[in-house]
């Protein structure tokens, strides 16, 4: 079990990225019209009719010809396969209805989550989130998202029609990464949540330094979590890792206290800073999990944190 503390000058760096879904209608998938889709949808729902009964259908292999850019934050989740549908209503206003089967509960969370969610829940799936007119959800093993091109009263309705009708048909409602219940509640925002496998999903929300330094990889997955505590005057990230054994939590732990303890002896405060994403950074290992409270003013609050989690972990 090691504990390691660091204080460096610098700022902090968090980035975003917005997911931008093409219009491209081309199914790029070797999949037979014939094989069988587990969605259903009535000929007409209001004005609106698909465009055509079968979806395009692409897999992890071809969501690039579909998804201008991110495909590769599906594809890092481990999608199995998107059905996009497209409707239309006299008037050629669109609505985009893609479905994301990303082969288990905990990457749907992470595929939903990829954005920050600070708008109002609409009651589908395990969480959603309704916008103008467009809407997303999560459902078991589904991450859904429908857009409407255009703004009126029976274009949202009709969008959150589709999405009832897309939450009736999975059963089961499934459950977020078991890691989440290991975050202590005191602070949280809950709109910047990120579930991530791999160093590139991370650096997309937040930058720890360039190289792989927490060797994140398939047989990981982790959790980055913004809080806020208005009256200590703190606002800080915890990132919470599980690998596969204790042995390479602790190796990971001791690796990146080296490379800090390096950049002190041999960097000056400006170099640090373009190395480095953060200005403060506890580290902490426990079992097969990773703890880094990043950003903290006061040691007594990341002292705390820490120790709540310990405390999840035994239980």
Request: glycine content about 4%.
């Amino acid at each position: 079990m090691l504990m390691y503390i660091i204080n460096m000058k610098g700022h902090f760096v968090c980035l975003s990225l917005c997911l931008l879904l093409s219009c491209a209608t081309m199914n790029s998938t070797n999949k037979s019209p014939e094989e069988k889709i587990r969605f259903s949808f009535p000929e007409n729902v209001n004005q609106w009719k698909l465009e055509k009964t079968l979806p395009d259908r692409y897999d992890a292999e071809t969501l690039y010809d579909y998804i201008d850019g991110n495909a590769e934050v599906y594809r890092s989740l481990g999608v199995k396969e998107v059905y996009a549908y497209r409707w239309l209503n006299p008037q050629q206003v669109e609505i985009f209805m893609d479905i994301f089967d990303m082969g288990n509960s905990a990457s749907a969370y992470g595929a939903y989550h990829h954005d920050i969610r600070d708008q109002k829940d609409i009651g589908l799936g395990v969480e959603s989130e309704g916008m103008n007119n467009s809407l997303a959800f999560w459902k078991d093993r589904y991450f859904i998202s429908i857009v409407g091109m255009g703004d009126s009263p029976e274009l949202n309705q009709t969008v959150i029609e589709l999405g009832k009708i897309i939450d009736r048909q999975i059963p089961n409602k499934g459950k977020p990464p078991e890691m989440v219940r290991l975050l202590p509640e005191k602070g949280q925002v809950k709109s910047h949540v990120h579930y991530f496998n791999d160093y590139d999903l991370l650096k997309v929300h937040f930058f720890i330094t360039d190289e792989n330094i927490l060797q994140l990889n398939k047989d990981t997955e982790g959790i980055l979590l913004r809080y806020f505590l208005p009256k200590q005057d703190e606002q800080f990230q915890i990132i919470l890792i599980r690998y596969k054994d204790k042995k390479k939590a602790l190796l990971v732990n001791q690796n990146f206290q080296n490379l800090i303890d390096k950049s002190a002896k041999e960097m000056n405060d400006e170099e640090r800073r373009k190395k480095f994403g953060f200005h403060s950074i506890l580290i902490h290992s426990h079992e097969k999990y990773l703890i880094l409270i990043i950003d903290w003013k006061k040691k007594e609050t990341a002292d705390w944190y820490i120790k709540e989690i310990v405390q999840r972990i035994k239980r």
